[in-house]
C-alpha cells in the first residue's frame, strides 16, 4: 500500500475530513454509544488519508470525537503506530524482539542501516525510506519479520530484504 | 492433511475464509439447535462442565467467568475478544481468524447468547489491520446471511459485532487496559476489583475472551463437555494451540491435547532444531514465563505440569534457545521488550524495568560487578506482585527464572567479564567486518 506524500500545505482554515474519510468516520462513530471511543479509528483514518497525523489533523480529530486537544495529543502519543511526525513513503518496521532476534533479525538490522544510509527512526533524503526497530510483531514462526506501512513481509534474509528494496520505489 | 483434532482441523481448507465453505463444512449447522434447545444457563454449565480455561495466559475457567455476570442489570452486557496477540512469542490468534474468521464468529454469538449481551468487539491489535480487513468481511457475510444483527438465525437474540484496531501497545492485551483504550483512553490498566465481569466496559458487565478460548466454544456446545473431553488432561481439558518460534527446523503452530510433553512437540511436530544447534532452555509460555532448561523438555504441557516445573503454560508461545545464544543477552532482549511497554503508570515496573534492562545490558558487554546477579533478583523480587497490573510479574518473572537454572552463566559473565557464548554477537560481528554493501539506488 502506497501512501499521499507526507507533506500538508499550510492551511489557513481548518483541515476537514475528504469525502471518502469523511464517510468513514461517520461510519465508525456508530460502532460505540459515544463518541470518544472512535478516536482511534479516527486517527487511524486520519493517518492513512495524510500520510501522517499533521497538527491540524489531530486537531480535526478532537473536534470530529469532541475531545480537547491535548488529550487527543495524550492518547496518540500513548501509541507506538501514530505517526506524529512526516514518515517515509515506505516505512520499514523490522522485529528486533526475542523469537526474530534468534534467527537473525539483528543482522538484518544492520544490513538495512547500511544500505540505506539510515538508522532508527530517520528517513532516506529523498524520502523514500524510513527505518524503525520495531518490538514483536506476532510473527516469531516466520521470523524475521519486517512490517511495510501496513504490509507484513516474512522470513527474511539478507537477499530477500535487497528484493523488496528495489520493489519499493 | 489435517493439523490438529479441533481448531486447526479443516484450517488449511481452501476458502475456509468464506461463509460458504465455512458452512459446507459444518459451520454454524448446530448453532441453530442451540439456541433453540439451550437456555443461555444451559450452555454456561456445559462451557463449565468442558473444564475449558481461558487461552489468553491466565487459564481462567471459561464457564466461571461467565458465570460472573449479572444477571439482574438492567445496564447492557459486553462481550470482547481480545485479539491483541501481544505476548512475544505467540502468533496463533492471527492465523486462526485469517483463516477461520467465521468459527470466532459463531463462538461470539454462543458466548453472547450465554451472557446476554447484544454487542461484541474484537480487539485486534494496530498491526493487524489486514486481518481487521478479512473479519469484517466476514462480518459482513454473516449479518447479510442473518447470522448476526437484529435476529440471529431467525431467533429474537440479537448481536452487532464490531472490530476495534488498536495502535502498538503491548499493555493493551491485558484486559482492563483493553477495556480502557476501546473507551478512547490511554491503554492503561484499571484497578481490579472489580473485575470487568461485573464491570467492564463504559461500566457495564463485560466478558474479555481470548480468540482461541472462543473458537473452542461451538465445538463444546454443539457436541457436548464429555466430548470436548476426549482430549488433554482431567484438569487440563482440550487442545492448545502452541506457536513454536527459534532454531527449529520446522517453527509454526501447532495444535495439540494438552498434556504432550514438550519434547514431543519439539521432537516430532517441530522436527527437531536446525542442524548444527542444540536446545539450552525453552520459555513455554510467551515470553513472560520462566524459561525451562534441557534438562526438563519431558515436561508435559498442561498447566499443571508446566506449574510444577516451575513456570507457566501462558499464552502457548514456546520459544527455543540454543546452546550458542547467551541467556543474559536473550534476558537482555526480553528485558527491552518490557522497558519499552511499560505504561508508565505504576513505579514498581516503570523503573524496575528500566534497572532491569540497565543491569542485564551492563552483565552482557562484561561491565557487571560482583553484586549485579544479586541486584537483578532483587529488582525484580520488587516488581514481582507489587505492580499495578501484572506487565511487572511478567518482566520479573522470566529475569528470576533465568537466573535460577541458569545462575553460573551470569557469574561467567562477572568473573570472565564477556559471555561464554554469544551466536547472535559473533555474526553481527562478522558481518560488521565486512565491507559495506551498496546504497539503494532509485
Ligand atoms: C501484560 C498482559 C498482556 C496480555 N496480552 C494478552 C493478549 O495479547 N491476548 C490475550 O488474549 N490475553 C492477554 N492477556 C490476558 C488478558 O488480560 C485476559 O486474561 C484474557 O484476555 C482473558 O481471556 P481468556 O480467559 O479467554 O484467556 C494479557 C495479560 C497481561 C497482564
Same mark, same amino acid.
Given at each position: 500500500?502506497?501512501?499521499?506524500?507526507?507533506?500538508?500545505?499550510?492551511?489557513?482554515?481548518?483541515?476537514?475530513?475528504?469525502?471518502?474519510?469523511?464517510?468513514?468516520?461517520?461510519?465508525?462513530?456508530?460502532?460505540?454509544?459515544?463518541?470518544?471511543?472512535?478516536?482511534?479509528?479516527?486517527?487511524?483514518?486520519?493517518?492513512?488519508?495524510?500520510?501522517?497525523?499533521?497538527?491540524?489533523?489531530?486537531? =480535526?480529530?478532537?473536534?470530529?470525537?469532541?475531545?480537547?486537544?491535548?488529550?487527543?495529543?495524550?492518547?496518540?502519543?500513548?501509541?507506538?503506530?501514530?505517526?506524529?511526525?512526516?514518515?517515509?513513503?515506505?516505512?520499514?518496521?523490522?522485529?528486533?524482539?526475542?523469537?526474530?532476534?534468534?534467527?537473525?533479525?539483528?543482522?538484518?538490522?544492520?544490513?538495512?542501516?547500511?544500505?540505506?544510509?539510515?538508522?532508527?527512526?530517520?528517513?532516506?533524503?529523498?524520502?523514500?525510506?524510513? =527505518?524503525?526497530?520495531?518490538?514483536?510483531?506476532?510473527?516469531?514462526?516466520?521470523?524475521?519479520?519486517?512490517?511495510?506501512?501496513?504490509?507484513?513481509?516474512?522470513?527474511?534474509?539478507?537477499?530477500?530484504?535487497?528484493?523488496?528494496?528495489?520493489?519499493?520505489? | 492433511?489435517?493439523?490438529?483434532?479441533?481448531?486447526?482441523?479443516?484450517?488449511?481448507?481452501? +476458502?475456509?475464509?468464506?461463509?460458504? @465453505?465455512?458452512?459446507?463444512?459444518?459451520?454454524?449447522?448446530?448453532?441453530?439447535?442451540?439456541?433453540?434447545?439451550?437456555?443461555?444457563?444451559?450452555?454456561?454449565?456445559?462451557?463449565?462442565?468442558?473444564?475449558?480455561?481461558? &487461552? +489468553?495466559?491466565?487459564?481462567?475457567?471459561?464457564?466461571?467467568?461467565?458465570?460472573?455476570? /449479572?444477571?439482574?442489570?438492567?445496564?447492557?452486557?459486553?462481550?470482547?475478544?481480545?485479539?491483541?496477540?501481544?505476548?512475544?512469542?505467540?502468533?496463533?490468534?492471527?492465523? *486462526?481468524?485469517?483463516?477461520?474468521?467465521?468459527? !470466532?464468529?459463531?463462538?461470539?454469538?454462543?458466548?453472547?447468547?450465554?451472557?446476554?449481551?447484544?454487542?461484541?468487539?474484537?480487539?485486534?491489535?494496530?498491526?493487524?489491520?489486514?486481518?481487521?480487513?478479512?473479519?469484517?468481511?466476514?462480518?459482513?457475510?454473516?449479518?447479510?446471511?442473518? !447470522?448476526?444483527?437484529?435476529?440471529?438465525?431467525?431467533?429474537?437474540? &440479537?448481536?452487532?459485532?464490531?472490530?476495534? *484496531?488498536?495502535?502498538?501497545?503491548?499493555?493493551?492485551?491485558?484486559?482492563?487496559?483493553?477495556?480502557?483504550?476501546?473507551?478512547?483512553?490511554?491503554?492503561?490498566?484499571?484497578?481490579?476489583?472489580?473485575?470487568?465481569?461485573?464491570?467492564?466496559?463504559?461500566?457495564?458487565?463485560?466478558?474479555?475472551?481470548?480468540?482461541?478460548?472462543?473458537?473452542?466454544?461451538?465445538?463444546?456446545?454443539?457436541?457436548?463437555?464429555?466430548?470436548?473431553?476426549?482430549?488433554?488432561?482431567?484438569?487440563? /481439558?482440550?487442545?492448545?494451540?502452541?506457536?513454536?518460534?527459534? /532454531? @527449529?527446523?520446522?517453527?509454526?503452530?501447532?495444535? *495439540?491435547?494438552?498434556? @504432550?510433553?514438550?519434547?514431543?512437540?519439539?521432537?516430532?511436530?517441530?522436527?527437531?532444531?536446525?542442524?548444527?544447534? &542444540?536446545?539450552?532452555?525453552?520459555?513455554?509460555?510467551?515470553?513472560?514465563?520462566?524459561?525451562?532448561?534441557?534438562?526438563?523438555?519431558?515436561?508435559?504441557?498442561?498447566?499443571?505440569?508446566?506449574?510444577?516445573?516451575?513456570?507457566?503454560?501462558?499464552?502457548?508461545?514456546?520459544?527455543?534457545?540454543?546452546?550458542?545464544?547467551?541467556?543474559?543477552?536473550?534476558?537482555?532482549?526480553?528485558?527491552?521488550?518490557?522497558?519499552?511497554?511499560?505504561?508508565?503508570?505504576?513505579?514498581?515496573?516503570?523503573?524496575?524495568?528500566?534497572?532491569?534492562?540497565?543491569?542485564?545490558?551492563?552483565?552482557?558487554?562484561?561491565?557487571?560487578?560482583?553484586?549485579?546477579?544479586?541486584? *537483578?533478583? %532483587?529488582?525484580?523480587?520488587?516488581?514481582?506482585?507489587?505492580?499495578?497490573?501484572?506487565?511487572?510479574?511478567?518482566?520479573?518473572?522470566?529475569?528470576? +527464572?533465568?537466573?535460577?537454572?541458569?545462575?553460573? %552463566?551470569?557469574?561467567?559473565? @562477572?568473573?570472565?567479564?564477556?559471555? &561464554?557464548?554469544?551466536?547472535?554477537?559473533?555474526?553481527?560481528?562478522?558481518?560488521?567486518?565486512?565491507?559495506?554493501?551498496?546504497?539503494?539506488?532509485?
Amino acid at each position: 500500500m502506497s501512501r499521499a506524500p507526507a507533506t500538508v500545505a499550510l492551511e489557513t482554515r481548518p483541515l476537514e475530513w475528504p469525502e471518502a474519510a469523511r464517510k468513514q468516520v461517520e461510519e465508525a462513530l456508530t460502532h460505540y454509544p459515544n463518541r470518544r471511543s472512535a478516536v482511534l479509528p479516527a486517527l487511524w483514518i486520519a493517518q492513512r488519508t495524510w500520510g501522517w497525523i499533521p497538527p491540524e489533523a489531530l486537531r =480535526l480529530v478532537a473536534r470530529t470525537v469532541e475531545l480537547p486537544e491535548p488529550e487527543v495529543f495524550g492518547i496518540a502519543t500513548f501509541y507506538t503506530m501514530f505517526n506524529l511526525q512526516p514518515v517515509g513513503r515506505h516505512h520499514l518496521q523490522l522485529c528486533l524482539t526475542v523469537s526474530c532476534s534468534l534467527v537473525g533479525a539483528d543482522r538484518l538490522y544492520e544490513h538495512l542501516r547500511r544500505r540505506l544510509g539510515i538508522g532508527h527512526g530517520e528517513t532516506t533524503p529523498d524520502g523514500r525510506f524510513t =527505518l524503525r526497530k520495531v518490538e514483536c510483531l506476532a510473527a516469531c514462526g516466520n521470523g524475521p519479520c519486517m512490517q511495510v506501512n501496513e504490509d507484513y513481509y516474512e522470513n527474511l534474509d539478507e537477499a530477500a530484504v535487497d528484493r523488496i528494496l528495489e520493489k519499493l520505489t | 492433511m489435517s493439523r490438529g483434532p479441533l481448531l486447526f482441523k479443516d484450517i488449511d481448507t481452501p +476458502g475456509l475464509a468464506g461463509l460458504e @465453505v465455512y458452512r459446507g463444512l459444518g459451520g454454524y449447522e448446530a448453532l441453530a439447535e442451540v439456541l433453540a434447545k439451550k437456555s443461555p444457563d444451559d450452555c454456561i454449565e456445559v462451557v463449565k462442565a468442558s473444564g475449558l480455561r481461558g &487461552r +489468553g495466559g491466565a487459564g481462567f475457567p471459561t464457564g466461571l467467568k461467565w458465570s460472573f455476570v /449479572p444477571k439482574d442489570t438492567p445496564k447492557p452486557k459486553y462481550l470482547v475478544c481480545n485479539a491483541d496477540e501481544s505476548e512475544p512469542g505467540t502468533f496463533k490468534d492471527r492465523e *486462526l481468524i485469517e483463516k477461520n474468521p467465521h468459527l !470466532l464468529i459463531e463462538g461470539m454469538i454462543l458466548a453472547a447468547r450465554a451472557i446476554g449481551a447484544n454487542v461484541g468487539y474484537v480487539y485486534l491489535r494496530g498491526e493487524f489491520a489486514w486481518i481487521q480487513r478479512i473479519l469484517d468481511r466476514a462480518i459482513a457475510e454473516a449479518t447479510a446471511a442473518g !447470522l448476526l444483527g437484529p435476529s440471529v438465525a431467525g431467533t429474537d437474540f &440479537r448481536l452487532d459485532l464490531y472490530t476495534h *484496531l488498536g495502535a502498538g501497545a503491548y499493555i493493551c492485551g491485558e484486559e482492563t487496559a483493553l477495556l480502557s483504550s476501546l473507551e478512547g483512553y490511554r491503554g492503561q490498566p484499571r484497578l481490579k476489583p472489580p473485575f470487568p465481569a461485573v464491570e467492564g466496559l463504559y461500566r457495564c458487565p463485560t466478558i474479555v475472551n481470548n480468540v482461541e478460548t472462543l473458537m473452542n466454544v461451538p465445538g463444546i456446545l454443539a457436541n457436548g463437555a464429555a466430548w470436548y473431553r476426549q482430549w488433554g488432561t482431567e484438569k487440563s /481439558p482440550g487442545t492448545k494451540i502452541f506457536s513454536v518460534s527459534g /532454531p @527449529v527446523k520446522r517453527p509454526g503452530n501447532y495444535e *495439540l491435547p494438552l498434556g @504432550v510433553p514438550l519434547s514431543t512437540l519439539l521432537n516430532e511436530h517441530c522436527g527437531g532444531m536446525r542442524d548444527g544447534f &542444540r536446545v539450552k532452555a525453552v520459555i513455554p509460555g510467551g515470553s513472560s514465563v520462566p524459561p525451562l532448561p534441557a534438562s526438563l523438555l519431558d515436561t508435559a504441557l498442561d498447566f499443571e505440569s508446566l506449574n510444577a516445573a516451575g513456570t507457566y503454560l501462558g499464552s502457548g508461545g514456546v520459544i527455543v534457545l540454543d546452546d550458542r545464544t547467551c541467556i543474559v543477552d536473550a534476558l537482555w532482549n526480553i528485558t527491552r521488550f518490557y522497558r519499552h511497554e511499560s505504561c508508565g503508570k505504576c513505579t514498581p515496573c516503570r523503573e524496575g524495568t528500566y534497572w532491569m534492562a540497565e543491569v542485564l545490558e551492563r552483565l552482557e558487554r562484561g561491565e557487571g560487578r560482583d553484586s549485579d546477579i544479586a541486584l *537483578l533478583d %532483587e529488582v525484580a523480587d520488587n516488581i514481582l506482585g507489587k505492580s499495578f497490573c501484572p506487565l511487572g510479574d511478567a518482566a520479573a518473572m522470566p529475569v528470576m +527464572g533465568a537466573i535460577r537454572h541458569f545462575r553460573e %552463566e551470569f557469574e561467567y559473565h @562477572v568473573t570472565h567479564r564477556r559471555c &561464554r557464548v554469544n551466536r547472535r554477537r559473533e555474526e553481527l560481528d562478522a558481518l560488521r567486518s565486512a565491507p559495506a554493501a551498496a546504497e539503494v539506488t532509485a
